[in-house]
């Protein structure tokens, strides 16, 4: 079975600029959840998909925004990219009804903004 | 306000010594509660699930407990090994379908 797959794994853009960080989900699994996490700091919850449905937010602005595919792999949009977004973003996808596996993350997508 | 607190930043520790790792929380009532270990650049990894009827979970080396009166979870690390130093997370789930939140995370150093 294949895991979380991210990509890119590193990416530096310029404040002001737009980003799109990609993710396969495990297969057979359809709720993809993402984070960002700051150095030293544990995972913050963006926003969770499931079948294609934003199921629920954290506390992001709405620069930040997703998407989940009928393959259930994801995307995550970041626009109008500021300093403190520079961060490692990660990816868990999971299927309800089985949380005695956990989430499944992938390795992330270190994001630098200069 | 809801806090998930992990009383150590960092815990050093001896070789084949016992590491326990603590896990606070205030204002959840969590129906699970979850640990996963991360190394450096890289994302977490599940470890144990406990839910909220159960007091403790083995496997392997590994052992939580989960006392929602003292809103503690405890984890331990048997005969610790240098390759077990990785950051501890612990992690909430209030309901299925509801997202998972996580504590700061404690770096566990192993000294051989």
């Known amino acids: 079975e294949t895991g979380v797959t991210q990509s890119p794994t590193h990416l530096i853009k310029t404040r002001g600029q737009q980003v799109t960080l990609r993710c396969s989900s495990q297969?057979?699994?359809?709720?993809v959840s993402w984070y960002q996490q700051a150095l030293g700091q544990g995972p913050q919850f963006i926003f969770q998909?499931?079948?294609?449905?934003?199921?629920g937010r954290g506390n992001f602005p709405p620069r930040f925004s997703g998407l989940q595919f009928p393959n259930y792999s994801s995307e995550l949009n970041v626009n109008a990219l500021e300093l403190d977004d520079s961060a490692l973003y990660l990816c868990?996808?999971?299927?309800?009804?089985?949380?005695?596996?956990?989430?499944?993350f992938g390795s992330g997508t270190r994001l630098t903004v200069v | 306000s809801q806090k998930i607190e992990q009383n150590s930043e960092a815990l050093n520790i001896q070789e084949g010594k016992t590491a326990t790792l603590t896990c606070n929380y205030t204002?959840?009532?969590?129906?699970?509660l979850q640990w996963y270990r991360q190394d450096p650049g890289r994302g977490p990894v599940f470890l144990l699930l406990?839910?909220?009827?159960?007091k403790e979970k083995r496997k392997e080396r590994l052992k939580v407990t989960f006392d929602t009166t003292l809103k503690q979870s405890l984890f331990h690390i048997t005969a610790s090994q240098p390759a077990d130093s990785a950051t501890y997370l612990c992690?909430?789930?209030?309901?299925?379908?509801?997202?998972?939140?996580f504590g700061k995370g404690t770096r566990l150093s192993v000294i051989a």
């Open positions: 868990a996808s999971s299927f309800p009804g089985t949380s005695n596996y956990g989430y499944t």
């Open positions: 297969s057979g699994h359809n709720t």
């Open positions: 998909y499931y079948r294609e449905e934003e199921n």
């Open positions: 204002n959840y009532s969590p129906a699970y």
């Open positions: 406990i839910r909220e009827n159960e």
């Open positions: 992690a909430l789930d209030a309901r299925r379908n509801t997202p998972l939140v």
